[in-house]
């Protein structure tokens, strides 16, 4: 059954906790597109076996030592999501998607031992944080009940409890509260600190920013049958979200939060990848590939503001706590498992599974202390997500020698459990009180290429389909018969598109 959870943790420890860390936090940075080479998104990504695409650098290290010469290429595009802009942001914008070169360096020509040892370098946007968002929030009118208000009273009590005052609840009591002279959207009597139920709320969002990676590659082709690669990543995160919630309460009172979400930071892990042709003479291949967790460190900047009544009322920053936000995030490991074949020189097809434990992501603090807070949180991420399966097919069809033609599908399960909730340190710096649920994510690809004389271009389309369930808040109640009744979900999709295009030349 969902459940609101606020983190309590010893009143020592209270006052000095300004976190904003959670599941959904974690699922976001560990998430990653498809995105690659034009010829690697037309097929669907399906190419861990096949090899020989310069995006499998990144992906199967293995797969570049199936290339007996020189290859570089650059990729480019744009990105729609398929919902208007929001938040002063576009509903489609550039990316630079890919820029990779191998030097393939042959060994011996006798078909035996090792033949070729290649050398790798690739760039790759590893996903595009764009998405819009505006929609009228369900609050269940008929009950008269629900209030972003109440989960803010609630978090005011524990505030009170142990005197440690988050940001949210800080800017939200009454000017003659317990001290606490700030906004009055939350009242209070002798029982203590109550929120007003709403008669309307809606809720705006725009998330921008990108996450990419830098691999180094080295790869072996031994006998033209086994072939072996590693790769050292060096990843960049810059994710950034703005929203704005307005609420009219029962009252005849509004209030609207704008808040504004930046992490940044930086990260390693390192790819080790295998492919086997088991009969040598035939072109059917196995792929395996492994990743290590990617190790970050992160950096949080969060800053609010609060209107009531459409005057300017308070303004929050995430620096007012005296410390910086930084710490440390492992996401999971990550195991792939492909297959791979060509029939004469006109036809290949590839399909592969991909597995991501969600649940073992976890967070640890940047220095000492801390560790009963990040134990909490880590914990939560271990009941809140799930291991997510990722299934690839694709294929490419030559009807002439230098002309492609590709297509390819995913199947993405979702790493949220259904019932699934926002967990909010009462005493942190975070005001934002929304998340979504995301269901399964369904991509459809293709592509076309061309090749002449050492060139070649690409050019791939890619549509994702998904959607979710979205609570503007965490909000429950109980009626005089003992009946609960929970906020109730307002569906939402996360449709986008994608245009690609790769320029390469071989030497």
């Known amino acids: 059954m969902k459940k609101i959870l606020y983190t309590t943790i010893l009143a020592a420890l209270a006052s000095s906790q ?66 208007a802009g929001a938040m002063g942001q576009d509903r489609g914008r550039f990316s630079f998607d890919n820029a990779s070169v191998v030097f393939a360096f042959p060994h011996d020509n006798s078909g035996e031992g090792l033949q070729f040892v290649n050398f790798g370098v690739g760039y790759n946007k590893g996903r595009n944080h764009i ?47 317990k001290g606490h002279e700030h906004a009055g ?82 990260g390693v892990d390192i790819k080790l990848g295998f492919i086997c042709r088991p009969i040598a003479t035939s072109p059917f291949r196995f792929g395996v590939s492994v990743h290590t967790p990617t190790w970050y460190r992160l950096t949080d900047e969060c800053t609010s503001e609060l209107h009531l009544n459409d005057e300017f009322v308070m303004y929050g920053s995430s620096w007012d706590y005296g410390y910086e936000l930084q710490y ?14 060509t029939i004469g020189n006109n036809f290949a097809i590839g399909a592969e599974y991909e597995l991501t434990d969600f649940s073992t992501g976890k967070y640890t603090p ?31 069809y ?8 590709r297509l390819g599908y995913n199947y993405v399960t979702s790493p949220y459990y259904s019932d699934s909730y926002l967990s909010i340190p009462f005493d942190g710096h975070k005001t934002e009180t929304d998340y979504t649920n995301w269901g399964a994510i369904n991509r459809i690809t293709a592509g076309i290429g061309y090749r002449w004389s050492t060139w070649y271009i690409d050019m791939a389309y890619q549509c994702q389909l998904q959607k979710g369930d979205f609570y503007a808040f965490d909000d429950y109640c109980t009626d005089q018969k003992g009946n609960t009744y929970y ?21």
């Open 487 to 507: 906020l109730p979900a307002t569906s939402i999709s996360n449709n986008r598109s994608q245009l690609l295009f790769t320029l390469g030349f071989k030497f």
């Open 398 to 405: 030559k009807p002439i020698q230098p002309l492609s033609l």
């Open 185 to 266: 959207i939350i009242c209070e009597d002798e029982q203590g600190y109550f929120g007003i139920p709403a008669k309307e709320a809606n809720y705006h969002r725009a998330t921008y920013g990108s996450s990419s990676d830098v691999n180094v590659n080295l790869s072996f082709n031994v006998s033209d049958q086994f072939y072996f690669g590693a790769a050292v990543g060096i990843h960049s995160l810059g994710y950034s979200r703005q929203s704005f919630y307005e609420e009219l309460g029962a009252d005849g009172n509004y209030y609207d939060f704008t808040n504004f979400y930046n992490t940044s930071g930086e």
């Open 131 to 177: 998405g819009n968002l505006f929609t009228g929030i369900d609050l269940d009118l008929d009950k008269g009940v629900f209030s972003q208000t109440n989960q803010i009273a609630d978090m005011a009590e524990q505030c009170y409890k142990y005197d440690a005052w988050g940001m949210l609840a800080d800017m939200s009591a009454e000017n003659t509260q």
């Open 328 to 341: 440390h995030f492992r996401t999971p490991w990550k195991f792939n498992f492909s297959l791979g074949t």
């Open 366 to 396: 940047n220095g000492g202390g801390y560790s009963a807070y990040f134990n909490d949180i880590n914990k939560y991420i271990g009941e809140s997500l799930k291991a997510q399966h990722t299934f690839r097919i694709g294929a490419e």
């Open 18 to 83: 300004a976190f904003a860390q959670d599941a959904y936090d974690a699922a976001n940075i560990t998430t990653q597109d498809l995105n690659g080479t034009a010829r690697y998104v037309g097929m669907g990504g399906a190419l861990s076996a096949l090899g020989a695409d310069l995006t499998t650098i990144g992906t199967n290290p293995a797969g570049t030592a199936l290339m007996r010469r020189n290859d570089c290429s650059v990729s480019f595009g744009g990105v729609f999501t398929s919902n």
